[in-house]
């Protein structure tokens, strides 16, 4: 589009403001556009979340330890529910005590002001009979209006403060005027201020009816200051038989008083009863709470292994019969627990000592069977076959026998660990060179990827070893004749190995079970390697011993992978994994379903870029489980994370998807 210059330019996000012209509410505003995720929202959402944030952020301890400590909850809702009790007791009391005192104020005041309209009327009467036509011929209004200022003033001097009395024209429109003007002016007791102080409503009630009306008012006095009042007003006529209205103003200053005093009672009393129950309510609930507290902590240090911890019991009540029971169930448990460990014990010594003393017959034997073997030339086919079979078993017997005194190692706690500085890439082809002659039988081959870098760690190489060897030796095995992968990585303070075949897989569940002793998926199978089946058990405790992961994952038809993790230097922690559980050519990373075909009829592409996920939080262990084999298989298409958090809480999320037959 043609202009006169180019057009200037629009920015979506926040404006600049070099010049600093943008106050600190338009920045707030325009700050406030971008929501927590990032997406488009109004300028007041944000603001005020903001807002919450920063009133949540010091009530979070509050929160917190109001649902940790029940005696707080308890105390504070007692409190609660006492103050409300109070509150609508004084408000009760309070109406019921100023009802009272307004209707006996109310019967007091039109006594007293009907007594007045009654001497008022008898005056006038009185007056106008004692005075002649002739007297009151040019002096009548004078002497009505002296007249009725000594009536007020006579009205008024009986109350003593206690009431004020107040004469007005009967026409509420026509004020009183002043004397020297030939009419009549408002009077009032006092520095009452009369026009102000009775309402126009009741002034008109007065012109239109002869009896008396009551109606609450405000005296205003001449100083300003104003105070509530009743105002009771009857229309009279005065010694020149003119009307007039004639009003008693009772002032609410006592009431008031006596009424501020009972606040001031159930105030202070209510007070008092709200501390109290909150007092009886803490020391009733910590009778309860504190057992249960000390069962709780005596809970913890059983199952931290302090067996011999009981609670203290006294009385015999609920609570006392609660600690007795809770006593024998500690006691019983410790029993238990005390027979198991002497039974493992025992166990373990059993395995120990049976492997001891087979070893002297097997050596025996296995001499026996050398010399059987050697000249097995000499014999028939049948015993030539026989004694090949004997020299085999026996091999497999010697390794069932190294395989059980290392699992005793493990069990009484006995194994060390000789770590020291190795190049995992020597271990490797150590491992793959024994195993070469194993896989050109089966029609396969053993790939190394990753070995172009040092890939150094403080570990005992016999172990490692014995476990890579183990894995490898297993994947050739069940790799169905296929190529087996061994992909080494080192990252974040952690080396790993991780070994691929593309055999049977394993079937959902499996690659838990994978690492239990003398486990087989397919009891049928045979083992071609004469494996003990107690490979993977002393493979996991090696890793274990090292503060590693040993891991497994697999799919039906499609292969596993079995991934070993160790820290770089012993004793370290580890937080992730260099290589993913889960390959970049499985079948879920390909968009590939079950069947092996396209999800939804659309081929994707194999390769998933590596992905950082956040590492375990310095609290978490784990190394806790590990081992566990639980993949990281997640349910639903799409590209996941790729750096796996070892035998952390994601990857034992989701374990449906592993299987096929397998045996280790």
């Avoid at 500085?421 to 491992?431: A, E, F, K």
């Amino acid at each position: 589009m043609a202009g006169n210059g180019p057009a200037p330019e629009r920015y979506e996000g926040r404006p600049v403001d070099p010049a600093g012209k943008i106050s600190l509410f338009n920045r707030l505003r325009q700050g406030g556009y971008l929501l927590q995720d990032g997406a488009p929202g109004g300028p007041v959402h944000p603001v005020l979340r903001l807002l919450v944030r920063w009133v949540r952020r010091p009530l979070l301890p509050a929160v917190r330890l109001w649902r940790r400590n029940i005696q707080l909850r308890v105390v504070a809702t007692t409190l609660l529910m006492s103050l409300g009790v109070v509150l609508v007791l004084g408000v009760v009391v309070i109406g019921q005590v100023r009802n009272g005192l307004q209707e006996a104020k109310q019967r007091a005041a039109e006594s007293q002001a009907i007594g007045g309209f009654k001497v008022a009327q008898e005056k006038a009467a009185n007056a106008a009979r004692g005075q002649s036509p002739a007297q009151l011929g040019g002096r009548g209004p004078q002497n009505s209006s002296e007249w009725l200022s000594d009536l007020v003033e006579q009205l008024a001097s009986g109350g003593q403060g206690v009431y004020s009395v107040v004469a007005l024209s009967s026409d509420s429109n026509q004020p009183f005027l002043d004397d020297s003007m030939g009419t009549r002016a408002p009077r009032a007791s006092g520095d009452v201020r009369p026009e102000e102080s009775v309402p126009k409503k009741l002034r008109q009630a007065v012109d239109l009816e002869a009896q008396s009306h009551t109606q609450p008012t405000r005296i205003k006095r001449g100083n300003g200051s104003e105070e509530p009042a009743l105002a009771i007003g009857k229309q009279l006529n005065d010694i020149e038989g003119h009307p007039y209205q004639l009003y008693y103003l009772f002032p609410y200053t006592q009431e008031e008083k006596s009424l501020s005093l009972v606040k001031g009672t159930l105030a202070t009393a209510g007070v008092f009863v709200v501390a109290l129950l909150g007092a009886i309510a803490w020391l009733v609930v910590r009778q309860v709470v504190t057992p249960v507290r000390m069962a709780a902590g005596i809970s913890e240090r059983l199952a931290a292994g302090l067996l011999q911890e009981r609670m203290k019991v006294t009385g015999e009540d609920d609570i006392a019969r609660l600690g007795e029971s809770f006593n024998k169930m500690a006691q019983n448990l410790q029993v238990k627990i005390q027979q198991l460990e002497e039974l493992s014990r025992m166990q373990r010594r059993f395995v120990s000592d049976v492997s001891h003393e087979l070893r002297t017959p097997l050596t025996t034997v296995r001499m026996a069977a050398d010399v059987i073997h050697e000249a097995r030339e000499d014999f028939d086919p049948a015993t030539a076959r026989s004694a090949e079979l004997l020299r085999g078993q026996l091999d497999r017997f010697e390794s069932l026998l190294a395989d059980l005194l290392e699992i005793s190692r493990f069990d009484a706690g006995a194994a060390a660990l000789e770590a020291d500085p190795v190049d995992l890439r020597d271990i490797v082809h150590r491992v793959i060179e024994g195993a070469e002659p194993l896989a050109e039988r089966k029609g396969g081959r053993i790939l190394v990827r990753g070995a172009e870098q040092p890939v150094v760690a403080e570990v005992d190489a016999r172990r490692i070893e014995r476990v890579l060897r183990n894995l490898v030796v297993n994947a050739v095995e069940h790799g169905e004749g296929r190529d087996v992968v061994v992909r080494l990585a080192v990252a974040d303070g952690a080396v790993a190995v991780a070994v691929r075949d593309y055999g049977v897989g394993l079937k959902p569940g499996e690659a838990t079970r994978v690492f239990n002793r003398f486990w087989r998926a397919d009891p049928a199978r045979a083992r071609t390697t004469g494996g003990t089946g107690l490979g993977l058990s002393i493979a996991i405790e090696d890793a274990r011993l090292h503060g590693g992961w040993l891991q497994a994952w697999g799919e039906p038809g499609g292969g596993s992978q079995f991934r070993l993790t160790l820290p770089r230097t012993a004793g370290d922690s580890l937080r992730r994994s260099p290589i993913p559980l889960e390959p970049e050519d499985s079948r879920r990373n390909r968009g590939l379903g079950e069947s092996g075909l396209p999800r939804g009829g659309h081929q994707r592409v194999a390769a998933v870029p590596q992905q950082a996920r956040p590492a375990l939080p310095p609290s978490a262990d784990p190394a806790a489980l590990p081992g566990s084999g639980a993949r990281v298989v997640a349910r639903g298409a799409g590209v996941r994370d790729e750096a796996v958090l070892g035998a952390g809480p994601r990857e034992e999320r989701s374990t449906d998807r592993e299987g096929g037959p397998r045996g280790r």
